[in-house]
């Protein structure tokens, strides 16, 4: 299911799910390159970090903004 149906939370578990999964799916082997890209550094795992990082940093703004 996509679209105007899933609720906030929802986007935010399939966005942090499927980061997770590439992350998993592009992990560098025995001779430091993804054996998907065949590349030492790999963009598609460096772009998966950068999303569960900012998604856990909008959590976390989110979170503490409600304490105030």
């Known amino acids: 299911?996509?679209?105007?149906f899933l609720s906030l939370a929802q986007i935010h578990n399939r966005l942090v799910l499927t980061a997770r999964?590439?992350?998993?799916?592009?992990?560098?082997?025995t001779d430091g390159r993804c054996p998907v890209c065949r590349t030492?550094?790999?963009?598609?795992?460096?772009?998966a970090r950068d999303i569960i990082r900012t998604v856990s940093q909008v959590r976390l703004w989110r979170v503490t903004g409600q304490d105030r």
């Open 1 to 4: 299911m996509t679209g105007p």
């Open 40 to 47: 030492a550094g790999c963009p598609v795992a460096d772009a």
């Open 21 to 29: 999964q590439v992350l998993r799916q592009h992990r560098p082997g």
